[in-house]
């Protein structure tokens, strides 16, 4: 990534450089090097470890091609702070990687402003990248910093992992869940034609779809008193799955605890009942067990740090909810209010299923 | 990325993750934590700088769509290794994220192959990224080291810049420059149907187009000779000038000096003139001076520093070239032998100009 003008040398005023220059540029704070030459140089301090993550993005998989640029320069850096959060990582910098159809100015100068204010909300610098012209794609990746703890091991470091999990833990969420998966069902027009969502409902699930907020206070609270931590993007199953499978161990879920989760569902004018009598529980379940694209934490951590959890929860201003006890059984065993096992399944997401 | 799976928990063998385990997933050597958690975690050494770069290559503008998917795994790492060869930083670890329009077992066999090779070659580590279905698009993201230099300034950094070139410097080239460009054009029929490239000349250029080899050893020995450095990525007049805007300077460049770089013309049956009157010396000049695709380094130097660049190109087995010399003006003069100026134009390879 260059931003470099070459005018004098009878050189064009490279369209990619100026792009680059005009929208992506600006004076670099915490990195060495920011935008503007081969590489960019980061030096983290001592004892920091570097946390890395790589999220792509593309355009009819991801997202609408007509979603407003504005929100979906928030959203891509979103879910990769999202990644960081997981970690209980710091955000420091990222690189952007952006492949356009064609130059629109308005769309570029939305997106970078949606990109740029959340990179500014959470401090963290745009430092480098690559712009091309191609079908509309999206990747970026994001570097944050941990504590290295040496007398932890296998691996020494303080961040969060999903293989932490003991038995015994509680496991919970953080925030609520499914409702941006349930707008994106509104949007497709998958909601029974004669009972749509109220548009002030929809706009509010919508807003989780658009504009998810990456808990990246949260996960840095977590480090001392988690035990194993992922962020839920893919759906409460297959997240909390990869924690189960790297921690070696399994869970016990009552599905009657998570499914006050979909805020929209407790939102509902008549409540939840109401909701459940015109969707169906059963939509109200998938969309909050294998909805997607929450960018919420699931986290396991000791009962005794219950206490600790509550305060952690009021200083936030944000619910964490205990939905799950980890189990030396491997697998996940999804329960009834009864304690009666689910046959249902639930495929979590992924972008090679059909 | 992760490569957990759920068997247990009754959810299906997860497409993306199984994928991911199968191809893309090795121990870890050099990182804290490599691929299968929410970020990848890596420890600089004390006195270190990380050097980043990301390149995102796009199906039919970057690769031909049916391109060897051994040599599109090797091309794809190669031109992120030749950004960390331009600031002479030693290679640690990379992400992937990969837009795959279909799973495409032997395709993805071949791909991780010549990719991991690369990677093995320059002891750099896969240690994350991200799967996805769509448009076929390939991003990585490099990550190196170098050693801080509290005493420069006002970069605190050992690592080759752009910015550095002084008044009276040389300008060197590494290799031979302008045969990948030619190839393209062969392979895109743009050369005069009465005269093909010759197979065995066709196959020698398409080798640099396919498989480039950065430049990495040179860059790494270049740190305490040269004053400035880039990698030859978008042509030869684009990236030096990039080193021209950043240094605050001009240079004046003998074109008679850099024709004899295109080694598909050196290796003509009749040698240089045949080539010349067979394709005409403007296409020669085009592809060694605005081809693109090259990979080799441009770099400044002073002159005091001519013997030991004799010496490291011997120690390399590879050519470095002076072709120009740095100097106070603005703007990048090109000049024939007798020292006249050019007035042809060239246009540099930029993804937005038509």
């Not at 091609?65 to 959203?75: A, C, E, N, S």
């Not at 944050?144 to 919970?172: C, F, I, K, N, W």
């Not at 934490?297 to 219950?306: D, E, G, K, N, W």
């Not at 030396?328 to 495929?347: K, N």
Request: charged share 15%; proline share 7%.
């Amino acid at each position: 990534m260059a931003n470099a003008r070459c005018t004098d040398s009878g050189l064009p005023v490279s369209g990619e450089f100026a792009l680059i220059e005009r929208y992506f540029t600006r004076p670099s704070a915490r990195a060495v090097l920011g935008v503007g030459d081969d590489c960019a140089l980061l030096q983290s301090a001592p004892g920091m470890q570097l946390a890395i993550s790589t999220d792509m993005l593309v355009a009819g998989r991801h997202f609408f091609p007509d979603t407003d640029p504005r929100l979906l320069g928030h959203k891509s850096l979103a879910v990769n702070l999202s990644d960081l959060a997981a970690c209980g990582a710091r955000p420091l910098a990222f690189t952007l990687a952006l492949s356009l159809p064609e130059v629109d100015a308005p769309w570029l100068q939305a997106f970078s402003e949606g990109l740029l204010a959340l990179a500014d909300a959470h401090q963290c610098e745009l430092i480098g990248g690559d712009t091309t012209r191609g079908p509309l794609t999206i990747c970026i990746t994001v570097l944050g910093e941990v504590p290295m703890d040496a007398a932890r091991l296998p691996v020494p470091t303080s961040a969060l992992l999903r293989s932490g999990a003991q038995t015994g833990d509680d496991v919970y969420v953080s925030g609520s869940l499914g409702d941006a998966a349930l707008a994106l069902r509104a949007l497709q027009g998958q909601l029974p034609l004669t009972a749509p969502l109220p548009s002030a409902l929809l706009a509010q699930a919508r807003q989780r779809l658009d504009a998810p907020q990456p808990r990246v206070a949260l996960g840095q609270a977590l480090r001392p008193l988690a035990s194993a931590c992922a962020d839920l993007s893919d759906g409460l199953l297959g997240d909390l799955g990869h924690i189960l499978a790297r921690s070696g161990c399994g869970a016990r879920l009552d599905v009657s605890q998570v499914l006050p989760l979909l805020a929209t569902r407790q939102h509902c004018v008549g409540g939840p009942a109401q909701f459940d009598a015109t969707y169906g529980t059963e939509l109200a379940l998938q969309c909050v067990l294998a909805g997607g694209d929450d960018y919420e934490l699931v986290f396991c951590a000791a009962p005794a740090q219950r206490l600790a959890m509550d305060a952690l929860a009021q200083s936030l201003a944000l619910a964490l909810t205990r939905i799950a006890t980890i189990e030396a059984e491997p697998g996940l065993r999804l329960v009834d209010a009864q304690g009666a096992p689910l046959q249902a399944s639930f495929a979590s997401f992924d972008h090679f299923t059909p």
